[in-house]
């Protein structure tokens, strides 16, 4: 038996996507610039694929650009906003410095570039969150926020959804505060989603409301059951995008490479399914969760929640997404209890590396330290012994109980072993 | 003028055995053999072969291009001094040795380094020849042959100068103090052979001419190392490693196969008990004072180590142990651990300083593997305060507090975990 439970890393590719890939792979395999016929229908179902994950964003075609992931489409959007001149001006050799305000809990894949643009001369800066003891851990301070928006800000990036502790990010409130400064003031400050953990999970539209003036927004196709090394970005001006990969030209010159085709075609169907079933998903996710959690709660004492204990299956900042929890075993190490569960088949990971302790974590030297928990201000006990659950709708709620025993098993023997340390 | 590329491999120590030197050097070709072998896809369609001849072995018929990959499989042979890349001349007169000494200079010169990667192998110093001047050489004459008319030194004069007038003193000149290219004429009963450079291999002692040992292979740096120096020394190398699965990780024990296998290019093939030692570790935790787990821990794992020795037929443990270097590495600890064990323990990096482990380790290319991340004994374990000075009659009395029953029922329960990982080259 297995029971994976690690959907926040990667996940199951569905059939549907396994088949359509599988068709472009054997069928559609010539390319899409090619002239013929054979190449004329690999375009075509780039051309669908592109069309459904535009419309599962509420936007068109051209706004989509594919990646090999949610890294590149990350690097892409911030490296565009400090060498572009679709920014504060400057053109392709870096002009005046500039700005970026990210979130303290961001990925490796934003905040990592973003110390690649600190050492070519750009500003960032780390907007705050909410501390562990809050009510929205790891919610970004929105006051704080407002105040950093200096003259020099270029760009604002921001995770929806931690993919740590599920936390929601208010993007639609940041998106307003960032337009009216724009307006105010004459700038021209442009706002990045990672929509990493988020898209086809929770709604976005980019057609609606205070989402209309989000600039860019991160997608990566396998957390989506999806195949691995697909991606995209969505640009609201995708013609101001600055190209980091050259040569023929596809993705309108923006991102040159034979079009992976496949794995296209396999985020067309995901995104598809996800338009389809998203609040049905949700809702499965979070009674998975619910079970989850309060089996936990009633069966191991010593238990710290460091996810939003409520999760929203609309969105609402400040809430978990209904698809993450993550939870700390005081007095044990995440690291022994993965290994002692995938014994039992159970796949689950630690919230936090070793490495992500405090006395390393946010330093950004370290590959592992995220230091999302070291951000909340997680104390080491309740890092060290912290699981993150990633749940998806290929979970069943019933699994759940087989998952709470043993768990409560491993953390009684640990806590017994490990008691003196 | 028929000429064939060989390697020519010099043996050093076993030169100096006296009635037993027939069965070390039958150790060894029988060593170069199997790293030769024809059973090896890169050899094929080839069949090397290996001749013991006049004082030297010489190694044909491998692919030619090819040759810097056999050359430094023959020099990870413990027992080889030397391995030369040469040319192999069947006739003998002086008019092809001359021919063949100026066709060598010239690929030489052409070649700079003379199409070796010499400096990643350790060379006896022979620079790489990449300057507009001319290169200065000297010809060195050894007639092992003494029937052949000329003195070592006649001949090294005739090919000098039949060298100097063909390529002229505009690229060569002779230098006899400090040459730049040291070229070999090497005159023998059945052929000549013609080299200039000289590969440094480890020495020691050919493999399986001095009993076996079982290692405890921890993943460390040391460890893979304390396996390497006994075997250099002819050691058969077999391995126990003890892990405290699900206290540590899967990949840790991935991570001992690896250096099982880079260990396997020098020691053959290496046979690796894996044991999880946890159950033995939760009762000395419950029972036993928390400062003396780790001395306690590894009296048990010598004693289990003992027991597979002795069913595998190993007369010896040995150790990557290294004094002072961790707590239970000081002098005392290291003798209350020596007291579990009935068989005697090998501790050949004892003396020896961490750098100089370590800069072994690289060389061996063991380093890398061991420097990655993964817990080779779990922490969980660890005691925050060991105890550096245990006393024998202390640590006997806290293993009283389970009983001898017990730990002997523990170990036998540790002994039923046992896996099999056969490194192989």
């Known amino acids: 038996m297995r029971i994976y439970l690690d959907n926040c890393a990667s996940t199951q590719v569905s059939s549907e996507a396994a088949k359509a890939i599988y068709f472009a792979m054997t069928e559609n395999y010539a390319n899409p610039s090619a002239l013929h016929l054979a190449g004329q229908e690999a375009e075509r179902l780039v051309k669908q694929a592109r069309h459904q994950i535009a419309f599962s964003i509420g936007t068109k075609s051209g706004n989509i650009i ?21 920014c504060d001006g400057g053109g392709d050799i870096p002009g005046k410095p500039k700005a970026l305000l990210i979130s303290a809990v961001e990925h490796p894949a934003v905040y990592a570039a973003a110390d690649a643009l600190a050492r070519r001369g750009a500003r960032v800066e780390r907007i705050p969150v909410f501390g562990a003891d809050t009510d929205f851990p790891g919610m970004v301070d929105v006051s704080a926020f407002r105040a950093m928006l200096a003259d020099d800000v270029s760009l604002v990036s921001v995770l929806h959804v931690s993919n740590e502790i599920g936390t929601i990010q208010p993007i639609e409130e940041l998106s307003r505060i960032v337009s009216l400064h724009n307006s105010e003031n004459g700038a021209n400050i442009r706002l990045h989603v990672d929509a990493a953990q988020s898209y086809g999970k929770l709604g976005i539209d980019v057609d609606n409301g205070d989402l209309r003036r989000v600039d860019f927004v991160s997608m990566s196709a396998h957390k989506l059951h999806g195949p691995k090394g697909i991606g995209a970005l969505y640009a609201a001006s995708p013609a101001k995008l600055h190209p980091m990969v050259f040569g023929g030209g596809q993705e309108g010159g923006v991102r040159s490479g034979t079009e992976n085709v496949p794995g296209i075609v396999g985020f067309g169907a995901c995104a598809r399914i996800a338009s389809a079933e998203i609040v049905a998903h949700a809702k499965h996710a979070n009674t998975c969760r619910r079970r989850l959690l309060d089996g936990i709660k009633a069966e191991i004492p010593h238990v710290h929640i460091n996810s939003p204990e409520d999760a929203s299956i609309t969105g609402k900042p400040g809430c978990s997404s209904p698809y993450i929890l993550s939870l700390s075993f005081l007095g044990t190490r995440g690291e022994v209890l993965v290994h002692e569960l995938e014994k039992s088949g159970i796949f689950v990971s630690t919230g936090a590396a070793c490495a992500t302790l405090s006395k390393n974590a946010g330093s950004g030297k370290n590959g592992n330290a995220s230091g999302v928990l070291a951000a909340v201000g997680a104390s080491d006990e309740v890092m060290e012994g912290t699981l993150r659950f990633g749940i998806s709708w290929t979970n069943v709620p019933d699994e759940m109980d087989f998952v709470i025993d043993r768990l409560k098993k491993a953390v009684t023997r640990f806590r017994r072993t490990g008691s003196y340390r | 003028m028929d000429i064939q590329n060989v390697l020519i491999v010099r043996y050093g120590e076993i030169a100096l055995k006296g009635m037993n030197r027939p069965y070390f050097e039958k150790a060894l070709i029988r060593r170069l053999r199997r790293v030769i072998g024809s059973g090896d896809a890169a050899a094929r369609p080839f069949a090397p072969t290996v001749e013991n001849a006049e004082g030297l072995i010489i190694v044909r018929g491998y692919p030619q291009d090819k040759e810097l990959t056999f050359a430094k499989r023959l020099l990870r042979v413990f027992g080889v001094a030397s391995v030369s890349p040469a040319w192999e001349l069947a006739s003998r007169n002086q008019e092809d040795v001359n021919e063949a000494a100026v066709a060598w200079m010239e690929r030489r010169l052409d070649d700079g380094a003379g199409g070796l990667d010499a400096g990643s192998l350790g060379t006896d110093g022979s620079a790489t020849v990449c300057t507009d001047r001319p290169h200065t050489f000297k010809v060195f004459g050894k007639r092992a042959d003494k029937s052949w008319p000329l003195t070592s030194p006649e001949i090294a004069a005739l090919t000098g100068e039949a060298v100097l007038e063909a390529l002229g003193e505009s690229r060569v000149k002779v230098d006899v103090s400090d040459p730049e290219i040291r070229l070999y004429v090497h005159l023998r009963r059945k052929n000549v052979l013609v080299y200039d450079d000289m590969l440094k291999g480890f020495g020691g002692l050919p493999l399986g001419t001095n009993g076996k040992g079982l290692v405890l292979l921890s993943g460390g740096i040391d460890s893979p190392v304390a396996a390497w120096m006994m075997a250099k020394r002819g050691m058969t190398i077999e391995a126990v490693h003890f892990h405290s699965y699900p ?54 794992m010598v004693r289990i180590a003992s027991r597979v020795a002795e069913r595998e037929g190993c007369a010896f443990l040995i150790t990557g142990e290294n004094l002072g270097q961790v707590a239970s590495q000081t002098a005392e600890g290291i003798a209350v651990t020596d007291r579990a ?14 750098v100089d482990i370590m800069d072994r380790a690289r060389e061996i290319e063991t380093y890398e593997i061991s420097i990655q991340p993964y817990e080779d004994c779990c922490t969980v374990f660890l005691p925050k305060h060991p105890v550096t000075r245990p006393a024998a009659a202390a640590i006997e009395a806290s293993e009283g507090l389970l009983g001898q029953d017990r730990i002997a029922a523990l170990e036998d329960e540790v002994m039923e975990t046992e896996e099999v990982y056969v490194a192989n080259v």
């Open chain 2, 341 to 354: 064990s009935p068989l005697p323990v090998l501790r050949p990096l004892i003396a020896m300083d961490k």
């Open chain 1, 66 to 86: 594919f990646t090999s992931g949610g890294t590149e489409a990350n690097n892409l959007a911030l490296f565009s906003c400090f060498y572009s001149d679709s």
């Open chain 2, 247 to 300: 206290y540590t990780s899967k990949r840790a024990e991935e991570k001992v196969k690896d250096l099982a296998d880079v260990l396997a290019s020098y020691c053959g093939r290496i046979k690796v008990h894996m044991l999880n030692i946890l159950p033995a570790q939760e009762a000395l935790a419950e029972a036993c004072p928390e400062e003396e787990m780790t001395v306690l821990v590894r009296r048990v």
